[in-house]
Structures are given as C-alpha cells and as structure tokens.
C-alpha cells in the first residue's frame, strides 16, 4: 500500500485523469454495445427441464414474449366480439406485435364460464430484452384507451411489468441527496461531503456501462444493474467516508498533506482493499451454486464492489491530494472544523461502559439478535405472481381479473408431458387422466394432446391455488412422488411435470439443496484470509459467527415483511413467498458487507494494540476512533438501501429492506456492542495464533 500511495501522491493529476478517461470509454463503448439482458435460465437435471426440452424440441416453441389483455364486463353482461375486435385489430398493427388470438378464435379456450371476463393473446416478435419499453408502453395506453362504463382492459405479461418498473436512476438520485444530507453532518464541510460523492458518481458511471457490457458475455437478470447500482453506491460511499476520514483526523493532528493522504491509505485504504475483496469472494462464491442465472448477478455486485474499492484507494487519495487542506472549506456554521480526540466524547464513554460489563452486554445482544433470527426458521422460498404487484398497476388489476373468471390457477397451468416409445402400451394414460382429474387440488384437467408424431403426450392442468402458494408446490411434489408414480408403474411412457409454475419450484428446490455448500465455501475462504490479515484465529471466527448472526436476523425481518405481509401497506405488497434466490445472494452481499465494519474496526483496533500492547486500551480506542465513522457509514448504507425500496419492484424491494436490516443491526448491536464486548472479555486470546500455524501461515505485507 505504501508504494500505491506514493504513486498516487506522486501522479495524483494523472490518476484523476485517467479515471475520467475510463468513465469516458466505457460508457461510449457501453451505448454503442447495447446491452442484452436476460431474465431466461437453465436448471440441468430438473424434471421440469426435462419437460421443457422435450416441448421445444417437438413442437419447436417460439421464444417470443406474449400478453395477455384481459377484458371485463362492468355492467354483468357476457363480452361480445364487437366489443374486443376493435381491441385487438388496432394492437395487431402496432410494431413488434406478430399475431393477436381473440378469445372468440377457435383455437382460443379464454373466455370465463359466464362470459363476463375474457382474454386475448398478443404475440411479439422477440423477447423483453429485445422490445424497446416504449413499444411496450404504446401496447399498454392503446389497449387500455379502450377503457369504458362497460369495460375494463388491462394487460399481464413479463415485459409489462419491466416496461413500467421504476428506473434505477430516480433511485440513485434519492440516495445520493441522502448520502449528501449524512456526510455534510458528519464532515461539517462541504468539500468534504462532495469528494466522497464524486468519486461514487464516477464509479456508478463506470459500474452502469460495464454492466451492460458484461450482459453479452453471460446471461445477466434485468434487475442486475439495479442491484449492483445499490451495491455499489453503498460500499462506494462507505469506502470513501473511511479514507477521508483517517486524512482529516492525520490533517488536523498536525501532519502534512502528503503525509496524511500516504497515512490514510496505508491504515483505511488497507482496510478497504481486505473488506472489498472479501465482498468480491463472498458474491463471486456464487458461481459454486452451479446455477447460471446468478452468475451474471453476481459478476454484476462483484463488478460493483471492484470498480468503487479501485476508485477508493486511488482516485479518492489522489483528489485529498489536490485538495489538500482545502477538504473544511465552507464548513458548516458551529461546527468545528477539527476532528475530536478519541479518548474523550461520547463514544469513549460509551466504550468504557461496555468494557464494564462485558458479559453481559455481549449476551443482551445475543438475546435480541437470535430473537430476530426465529422468523427465518419458517422462510418460504418461491416466484411472487403477479398478484403480488402494486394495486393500481394494469398487472395486479389484468391478475385479479383471471383469477376472479377463471379461478387462482389459472395463471400458472401445470404442463404435464408424457414421453411415449414407438410401440408402448397407452393404456395407462387413461388412468392418469382420471388420477389426475381427482385430484382435490385440481381445477381443471385438459384432455392429453398428442404431438403429429405421436411421440408426446401434453396435459394442462389448472390448481385451485395460485402459482405462488404453498398448496401449487404441495401439488407438484404429490404429482411427481405419488400420483405419476403409482399410476404408471412399470410402464415404458415417462411421464414429467412442468411449466412455469414447476420451473420455479424446482428453482427453490435446486438453489436449497447447493446452500450448505455455498455458505460454507464462502465462511471458509473468508476465515481464512482475516486469519492472514490479523494473525488470529479467535477474530476470524467471531466475525464468522458475528455475520451468521446479522444475515438470520436480516432474513427475519424478510420474513415478517414480504411472507407475514406486517407493514405491507407502507410498501403496497401483501405477503407471498421470498424469491428463490434471495438467500443465497443476501448472503453472499450481506456476508461481504459485514465484513466492512469488522475490517474497519478490528483494524483500528490492531493497530491501537500494535503500538500499547494492552487489549483493554486498544479495544476501547479502537471503538472510539471508529465508533462515529462506522455509523456515519452505516447510516449512508442503510438510507442508500431504502432508497431503492420503494421503486415497485418487489425482488428489490426485498434486497433493499434485507440489505439495510442487516445494516443496522451490523452497525449497532454486533459493531458497537458485541464486537467489542467479546474483545474486551476474551482479552489478550483475541491474538492467539498457534506458534506451528504462526510459522506455516504466509505473511501478506501491504503496507
């Protein structure tokens, strides 16, 4: 770190420079690519994939999206052709638009039992990453202008709702006005409060266009960028808080520009560097899921975490160079331009007061931590459908509408395909139709339909339930364990249950079973280098336990939030399954991030002891010199995270509100209490390394 900081000292106009030079490239380079998102994915061995290949490979699907228009009487009158044709006929010129089925079309089955609620089908001409939202918008107002006294339109689809999602820049607009509105409390200038902003701006430029640019390279979700903007302007700026802090303390203790900014980078930039690469390892742990959907997320957060560390460590350092003692002008009236002494204030005080009682501030922590924690024991994980969005949305209202006509089901049908040998005895397809039609969950069972060939059989069946509950997954897992099994026997036909609804199933299923050894590749890599870096075993492992504990107690308040529903009506969501995969990426994301504080402050805290030799002193300066800082982040965070919460996407809804749980609970029961309350008790064991590790363990030197 010393020779980075001399660089960057040295060549402090030719760091900026170049870093504007990059945000320039990569975002020219970035328009030019486009970029190509993907909500699609594969899951290898899954009974439901297997049903997919076989539709696609025999009836050579289309990989077009599809609406669904949904119309309804408002006067109890059954709908009429008249009524819709207008509809449809105007939708079926508009562009990317391939084919409308009317729900009076022979080959359409969509119209309700007493007629008042029917659908059309309108087909695009390429999927939602390939279809402007403009275009999409056009079909939405165009259809929806049809709106009378006696009748109601609204539309459903996936690319709906992406084309009416809050875009993240509104989000990050919110943010950084919150982030200015913290640092300016806590600097009490403003140059101080815009130094750490810039540098977050032009690390989200850069985030923005690489992002984009790595959704050719793999298969990237559409709430990727979002995700990573929130990411990345939470470490960002929490990174750059750091560094400009530990320059203005060594600034106002009388050292001098050069020396302050080389001080700071070495001590806070060190801290940095070891906290971004555990975020980066815990994301990048994502890949051992062997589930290529995350991949591109977690390239995209990881992507995140190393371009705002990389501008922290460089880019920052070599603007407090330029800035020099400048960094209190236009301070704040009444606030003092010093930074304060760290063996006096409140959180020396408050240090001394958990140095008392130890034990019992560490087990009070606990106690409320695991009590958090209780909830996640009962996480259901799933896919939220669309009766999950806003109200007032055309989905939620086009939602609601089917499932009133044609009952909770109907919006994930079960597809159930037979694969039938040249040769095989049939019979037992009879039986599974009457096996499957008594069924107490099923609403509606199609008759089979063979392909040309004869070589597959496909059944749709509807579940009273809608696709997301609990009842659906207890249907597909009878099917496949029970029902299928006992029916067919010996048989040579095979017989698999997919669709939507069975995909996402599997999904949870899938994800589930690879957490273990996710979260244990992730606590062991992490141990192992805070092992390198503090020469320890006693603080790896408490960080381990430490984060195991904010991450249980996020997922409870998940829990409590998206499945119990308690506060929905803040955020217009009403309770339903947590997104499949939100365990293992909050985890990876919270692992890493909780990391931050523990580095930050078992750093400062090694540092103090380094030069005393007394844990007991050393623990308490530690707090104090950090205390203020770590919350001043935290607090930038967690308004960062809520920030994103309420832009109407739920998956984002869902990492915004664990995010900024752990956040707080990070930052001030485990950072500000239990932390050093276990230090304080474990006393001189805190540095315990065993002579024969102490001798084996590699020496990492980045001073």
Not at 11 to 21: E, G, N, P, S
Not at 201 to 226: D, E, M
Not at 647 to 674: H, K, M, N, P, W
């Given at each position: 770190?010393?020779?980075l900081a001399?660089?960057?000292?040295?060549?402090?106009?030719?760091?900026?420079?170049?870093?504007i030079?990059?945000?320039?490239?990569?975002?020219?380079?970035?328009?030019?690519?486009?970029?190509?998102?993907?909500?699609?994915?594969?899951?290898?061995?899954?009974?439901?994939?297997?049903?997919?290949?076989?539709?696609?490979?025999?009836?050579?699907?289309?990989?077009g999206?599809?609406?669904?228009?949904?119309?309804?009487?408002?006067?109890?009158?059954?709908?009429?052709?008249?009524?819709?044709?207008?509809?449809?006929?105007?939708?079926?010129?508009?562009?990317?638009?391939?084919?409308?089925v009317?729900?009076f079309?022979?080959?359409?089955?969509?119209?309700?039992?007493?007629?008042?609620?029917?659908?059309?089908?309108?087909?695009?001409?390429?999927n939602?990453?390939?279809?402007?939202?403009?275009?999409?918008?056009t079909?939405?107002?165009?259809?929806?202008?049809?709106?009378?006294?006696?009748?109601?339109?609204?539309?459903?689809?996936?690319?709906?709702?992406?084309?009416?999602?809050?875009?993240p820049?509104?989000?990050?607009?919110?943010?950084?006005?919150?982030?200015?509105?913290?640092?300016?409390?806590?600097f009490g200038?403003?140059?101080?409060?815009?130094?750490?902003l810039?540098?977050?701006?032009?690390?989200?430029?850069?985030?923005?266009?690489?992002?984009?640019?790595?959704?050719?390279?793999?298969?990237?979700?559409?709430?990727?960028?979002?995700?990573?903007?929130?990411?990345?302007?939470?470490?960002?700026?929490?990174?750059?808080?750091?560094?400009?802090?530990?320059?203005?303390?060594?600034?106002?203790?009388g050292?001098?520009?050069?020396?302050?900014?080389?001080?700071?980078?070495?001590?806070?930039?060190?801290?940095v560097?070891?906290?971004?690469?555990?975020?980066?390892?815990?994301?990048?742990?994502?890949?051992t899921?062997h589930?290529?959907?995350?991949?591109?997320?977690?390239?995209?957060?990881?992507?995140?975490?190393?371009?705002?560390?990389?501008?922290?460590?460089?880019?920052?350092?070599?603007?407090?160079?330029?800035v020099?003692?400048?960094?209190?002008?236009?301070?704040?009236?009444?606030?003092?331009?010093?930074?304060?002494d760290?063996?006096?204030?409140?959180?020396?005080?408050?240090?001394?007061?958990?140095?008392?009682?130890?034990?019992?501030?560490?087990?009070a922590?606990?106690?409320?931590?695991?009590?958090?924690?209780?909830?996640?024991?009962?996480?259901?994980?799933?896919?939220?459908d669309?009766?999950?969005?806003?109200?007032?949305?055309?989905?939620?209202?086009?939602?609601?509408?089917?499932?009133?006509?044609?009952?909770?089901?109907?919006?994930?049908?079960?597809?159930?395909?037979?694969?039938?040998?040249?040769?095989?005895?049939?019979?037992?397809?009879?039986?599974?139709?009457?096996?499957?039609?008594?069924?107490?969950?099923?609403?509606?069972?199609?008759?089979?339909?063979?392909?040309p060939?004869g070589?597959?059989?496909?059944?749709t069946m509807?579940p009273?339930?809608?696709?997301?509950s609990?009842?659906?997954?207890d249907?597909?897992?009878?099917?496949?364990?029970?029902?299928?099994?006992?029916?067919?026997?010996?048989?040579?036909?095979?017989?698999?249950?997919?669709?939507?609804?069975?995909?996402?199933?599997?999904f949870?299923?899938?994800?589930?079973?690879?957490l273990?050894?996710?979260?244990?590749?992730?606590?062991?890599?992490?141990?192992?280098?805070?092992?390198?870096?503090?020469?320890?075993?006693?603080?790896?492992?408490?960080?381990?336990?430490?984060?195991?504990l904010?991450?249980?107690?996020?997922?409870?308040?998940?829990?409590?939030?998206?499945?119990?529903?308690?506060?929905?009506?803040?955020?217009?969501?009403?309770?339903?399954?947590?997104?499949?995969?939100?365990?293992?990426m909050?985890?990876?994301?919270?692992?890493g991030?909780?990391m931050?504080?523990?580095?930050?402050?078992?750093?400062?805290i090694?540092?103090?002891?380094?030069?005393?030799?007394?844990?007991?002193?050393?623990?308490?300066?530690?707090?104090?010199?950090?205390g203020?800082?770590?919350?001043?982040?935290?607090?930038?965070?967690?308004?960062?995270?809520?920030?994103?919460?309420?832009?109407?996407q739920?998956?984002?809804?869902?990492?915004?509100?664990?995010?900024a749980a752990?956040?707080?609970?990070d930052a001030?029961?485990?950072?500000?209490?239990?932390?050093?309350?276990?230090?304080?008790?474990?006393?001189?064991a805190n540095?315990?390394?065993?002579?024969?590790?102490?001798?084996?363990?590699?020496?990492i030197?980045i001073?």
């Amino acid at each position: 770190m010393s020779a980075l900081a001399n660089f960057v000292y040295k060549h402090r106009k030719l760091t900026a420079l170049l870093w504007i030079l990059l945000l320039v490239g990569i975002t020219g380079w970035s328009q030019k690519a486009g970029t190509a998102y993907s909500d699609s994915f594969t899951l290898p061995h899954t009974e439901s994939t297997t049903a997919l290949n076989l539709l696609t490979k025999y009836q050579h699907q289309e990989s077009g999206a599809s609406i669904q228009v949904v119309f309804a009487s408002k006067n109890g009158a059954a709908l009429n052709a008249s009524e819709i044709d207008p509809v449809d006929t105007k939708l079926a010129a508009l562009p990317h638009v391939t084919q409308v089925v009317s729900p009076f079309s022979s080959q359409a089955r969509a119209i309700s039992a007493d007629g008042t609620i029917a659908f059309s089908t309108v087909y695009l001409d390429g999927n939602g990453r390939d279809i402007p939202d403009a275009a999409i918008k056009t079909i939405v107002t165009d259809a929806r202008s049809f709106n009378s006294s006696n009748l109601e339109v609204e539309l459903l689809g996936q690319v709906v709702q992406q084309a009416n999602q809050t875009k993240p820049g509104s989000s990050e607009g919110i943010a950084l006005l919150m982030a200015f509105v913290i640092l300016l409390l806590t600097f009490g200038s403003v140059v101080a409060t815009l130094v750490p902003l810039f540098v977050a701006v032009i690390g989200l430029g850069i985030l923005s266009a690489g992002v984009g640019l790595f959704s050719h390279i793999f298969s990237t979700a559409q709430f990727a960028p979002i995700l990573a903007a929130l990411v990345g302007l939470g470490v960002g700026i929490d990174y750059a808080l750091f560094i400009v802090t530990r320059f203005r303390q060594e600034l106002h203790g009388g050292a001098s520009v050069e020396d302050s900014v080389k001080t700071a980078v070495k001590t806070s930039g060190r801290a940095v560097l070891f906290a971004g690469i555990i975020v980066c390892i815990a994301l990048l742990g994502l890949f051992t899921v062997h589930v290529s959907f995350l991949y591109g997320v977690a390239i995209a957060a990881a992507l995140s975490v190393l371009v705002t560390m990389s501008a922290a460590i460089t880019l920052l350092p070599a603007l407090l160079s330029m800035v020099g003692h400048r960094i209190d002008k236009f301070s704040m009236p009444g606030r003092r331009k010093k930074t304060h002494d760290i063996e006096k204030g409140a959180w020396a005080r408050w240090a001394l007061a958990v140095q008392r009682r130890p034990v019992r501030v560490a087990l009070a922590a606990v106690v409320i931590l695991g009590a958090l924690c209780i909830p996640a024991a009962s996480i259901r994980l799933g896919s939220a459908d669309s009766g999950n969005d806003a109200k007032g949305t055309t989905t939620r209202a086009a939602y609601d509408l089917l499932a009133k006509g044609f009952g909770a089901g109907y919006a994930g049908p079960l597809v159930i395909v037979a694969a039938i040998p040249q040769g095989a005895d049939q019979s037992p397809m009879t039986a599974l139709d009457s096996a499957l039609k008594a069924d107490p969950d099923a609403a509606t069972v199609g008759p089979a339909m063979p392909t040309p060939d004869g070589k597959l059989a496909i059944i749709t069946m509807f579940p009273k339930s809608s696709p997301e509950s609990q009842a659906t997954n207890d249907l597909i897992s009878r099917l496949r364990t029970k029902t299928i099994p006992s029916v067919m026997g010996s048989s040579a036909i095979k017989v698999y249950v997919g669709g939507t609804t069975a995909i996402f199933a599997d999904f949870a299923h899938v994800l589930d079973s690879k957490l273990p050894l996710f979260i244990g590749s992730v606590v062991l890599l992490s141990f192992i280098l805070l092992m390198f870096l503090f020469r320890s075993l006693l603080i790896p492992l408490k960080a381990a336990a430490m984060n195991m504990l904010s991450i249980g107690a996020a997922f409870g308040v998940l829990v409590m939030v998206f499945q119990w529903g308690w506060g929905g009506s803040l955020l217009h969501i009403k309770g339903g399954p947590v997104e499949a995969f939100l365990p293992v990426m909050l985890f990876a994301i919270l692992f890493g991030l909780s990391m931050d504080y523990e580095v930050f402050l078992v750093s400062r805290i090694q540092e103090e002891y380094l030069i005393s030799g007394d844990n007991s002193a050393a623990v308490r300066r530690g707090l104090a010199a950090t205390g203020g800082v770590i919350t001043a982040a935290a607090t930038i965070m967690f308004s960062v995270f809520v920030a994103f919460v309420f832009g109407g996407q739920r998956v984002i809804q869902e990492f915004g509100i664990g995010l900024a749980a752990a956040v707080a609970f990070d930052a001030t029961i485990i950072r500000s209490a239990l932390v050093p309350a276990l230090m304080q008790w474990w006393g001189p064991a805190n540095w315990w390394l065993p002579q024969a590790l102490e001798k084996r363990l590699p020496k990492i030197s980045i001073d």
